[in-house]
């Protein structure tokens, strides 16, 4: 069965620090993957997705990049944190046609 | 442009009652997928029902069920005999195209709440 990982689940950031979360699927080849970024209680905004390695899609621009190294790995960095970063990040992947399944998420705290 | 539009930030059902959560949506694309999520306060994301435009009868999967208007370009989620367990946030989402390159963006979300 499929499965993905995110992590941490928490994370507290200085202002001006690096960022890096990274996502894994299991269990599935060659996955779309997205990144997300919810506010407290807001929607879900698409940050970046990607169809394939090395292959990334910028939907916002802002402070934050990505990359995806392995075909199951999709890393989320930033060199220098803002207070406008905080918010809940989430991991997805999806087949073509397919629902997207979604990590269990990290929440940033930039302080 | 906004394409998804969820224009109840809040809704409050009666337990066992129906509950309609509205969404509508935006696109020129002919092949596309509408989605329904749930996110309970834990920030899980829960998948629950699928659409896809081509689809010629509406989706349902146990209690829920997606009422889809193609020709006015709404997708909601009916939720029959409303659960405690079903307060949470609602997320419809819509991805277009069916080739491999594809976008899934979410509207901003309905707040249920299922008085006891």
């Known amino acids: 069965s499929q499965t993905i990982h995110q992590w941490p689940a928490t994370l507290v950031q200085p202002v001006g620090s690096p960022l890096s979360l990274e996502c894994t699927v299991e269990?599935?080849?060659?996955?779309?993957l997205y990144w997300y970024r919810q506010a407290a209680g807001r929607g879900l905004q698409l940050l970046f997705y990607s169809v394939g390695i090395g292959q990334i899609s910028s939907e916002v621009p802002q402070n934050l990049s990505a990359s995806r190294p392995q075909d199951r790995q999709f890393i989320l960095s930033s060199k220098k944190l803002l207070l406008s970063d905080s918010g809940f990040y989430l991991c997805?992947?999806?087949?073509?046609?397919?629902?997207?399944?979604f990590g269990q998420g990290t929440r940033l705290t930039v302080v | 442009a906004q394409k998804i539009t969820q224009t109840q930030p809040g809704m409050f059902v009666q337990e066992k009652e129906a509950v309609t959560l509205d969404c509508t949506y935006d696109t020129s694309d002919p092949s596309y997928g509408l989605f329904w999520y749930k996110q309970p306060s834990s920030g899980e994301m829960i998948f629950l029902i699928y659409q896809g435009s081509y689809d010629q009868q509406n989706a349902t999967e146990g209690r829920y069920s997606l009422n889809f208007q193609k020709a006015r370009k709404s997708a909601n989620l009916v939720i029959s005999a409303s659960q405690l367990g079903d307060s949470a946030m609602y997320f419809c989402a819509m991805r277009e195209g069916m080739d491999s390159s594809y976008k899934l963006i979410f509207g901003s979300g309905t707040r249920l709440l299922v008085r006891p």
């Open positions: 269990g599935t080849s060659n996955p779309n």
């Open positions: 997805a992947w999806a087949l073509v046609g397919g629902e997207a399944f």
